[in-house]
């Protein structure tokens, strides 16, 4: 039995969660996976998978089981890869989770490019505002915000997205203009409620280089940011979003942006940006597809949102927003 063999067809079915898909990410039959499988269990004596006609799931004994394997299918993944050198061209699968807003706004519109540069990649995207374990969910690459950032990860911040504060003319026209963030405590403000705690996610505004927070009226609370555009839209009140979520928007007219700075008045309150990161687990874990896709990703970003690429750094304690 080759009991690597063995193991890349158990790990990649449950990852697929069916013996097929896991024959498609192995570029196999079926069958030779289901006999890899239970060759497998053979060998260990115990049986790792339930299966059914209609679904498969992991035993007491697969689970602990496969949480060992899975690091040593990586770190194989990995090995090879490193051999291989970069005159390779990136190939294999490529697992990336991103916050959801910035999957769905920036990252799906851009990664049917990187496929048809290079087409030995089969891309998975994660669309999801929970903290994701690289190692135990097989995730090549995370993109998270600040506040996201844990021990252990290897990150680089790739961008600052500017937050926009806006809301409709006709909101605007009815209610009055507010010339300065303190005004917003006599606005309907429409605030986002972060999906992973809970918690309400406050307007940080910079003056003087100092960090504040206004006080705010709570209008209409969502944990989704199309929706709090939307709202936003239909004269809802003023709300607070990431650029690429209200760009449409402002270009339609729909919505108006508001604390513009002029350059007039250094010491006039800006919106604090959103600082997004680009997160492994390991520093081994720059890997040529992972290389190919951060590229490819800096390449596409708008150049108003680009940092200065500073080294790439571990992260020793989570930073809050």
């Not at 048809?116 to 374990?133: G, K, M, N, S």
């Not at 209409?220 to 239909?234: E, F, G, H, K």
Request: glycine share 6%; charged share 20%; aromatic share 6%.
């Amino acid at each position: 039995m080759n009991i690597l063999q063995s193991i890349r067809s158990f790990v990649s079915t449950v990852d697929a969660g069916s013996i097929a898909g896991g024959a498609k990410l192995l570029g196999v039959s079926a069958a030779a996976v289901s006999q890899n499988i239970a060759r497998l269990e053979q060998y260990l004596g115990v049986r790792l998978l339930h299966r059914t006609t209609r679904s498969l799931a992991l035993t007491e004994r697969g689970a602990l089981y496969f949480d060992h394997v899975r690091q040593l299918e990586r770190d194989l993944e990995r090995a090879r890869q490193l051999v291989a050198g970069p005159r390779q061209a990136p190939a294999g699968r490529l697992r990336v989770a991103s916050t959801a807003a910035f999957a769905r706004h920036v990252l799906a519109p851009m990664l049917p490019a990187l496929r048809q540069q290079y087409p030995q990649l089969e891309i998975e995207l994660l669309c999801t505002d929970r903290v994701v374990q690289h190692a135990q969910e097989s995730v090549d690459v995370s993109l998270r915000i600040e506040a996201q950032l844990e021990d252990g990860l290897v990150a680089r911040c790739i961008a600052q997205v500017p937050f926009v504060v806006c809301a409709a003319p006709e909101y605007l026209a009815r209610c009055g203009l507010p010339k300065h963030p303190d005004e917003l405590k006599y606005h309907d403000c429409l605030l986002l409620r972060y999906p992973v705690d809970g918690r309400l996610l406050r307007w940080n505004f910079v003056r003087d280089g100092v960090r504040f927070q206004p006080q705010l009226s709570q209008a209409m609370v969502s944990d989704d940011v199309d929706a709090l555009a939307t709202m936003a839209a239909a004269g809802g009140g003023i709300t607070r979003l990431a650029a690429f979520v209200v760009q449409p928007y402002l270009q339609r007219g729909q919505l108006q942006a508001l604390f513009v700075p002029d350059g007039s008045d250094a010491t006039q309150p800006a919106v604090e940006p959103l600082r997004l990161f680009f997160c492994v687990a390991d520093r081994r874990d720059f890997t040529p597809k992972v290389r190919a896709f951060m590229a490819h990703l800096l390449e596409r970003l708008p150049p108003e949102w680009r940092v200065a690429e500073p080294d790439v750094l571990p992260i020793s304690a989570p930073t809050s927003v």
